[in-house]
């Protein structure tokens, strides 16, 4: 009868060490699936940040392709070639209108054309 009382005890310390060492587990378990969770939340945000960057790339890469062909019309007109077009009065302002209004033109309808085909959001 003193053996199994001894016997018990060690047993009950044990079951004891064991509910906690279990109590532990699931709370580290539970930290690590809130871990995860927040790395995908980080992970999500600067995919959106990076894809945002990407956006802002890409329309200021359409406006500067604009403004390319637009001084691409200039240096055309600075060459210093006879067109007829020195003795009108109203030819540098149709030029500047014109080339104004088409790289304008030209910039919406690359965007246009980016949304529609899905590569800009």
Known sequence: EI????SDEPELL????MQQSLSVVNTLELLKGQITSTEELVTM?????????????????IASLCVATASLVGSIF??????????DANAFAQVLIGTILGSIG????????????GVLP
């Open 3 to 6: 053996l199994e009382e001894e």
């Open 14 to 17: 044990l079951e004891s060490y």
């Open 45 to 61: 945000k600067l995919d959106a940040i990076r894809n945002r960057l990407l956006y802002i790339s890409t329309m200021v890469s």
């Open 78 to 87: 600075g060459m210093n070639l006879l067109n007829n077009l020195e003795n």
């Open 106 to 117: 030209l910039f919406i309808l690359i965007s246009f054309l980016a949304y529609r085909s």
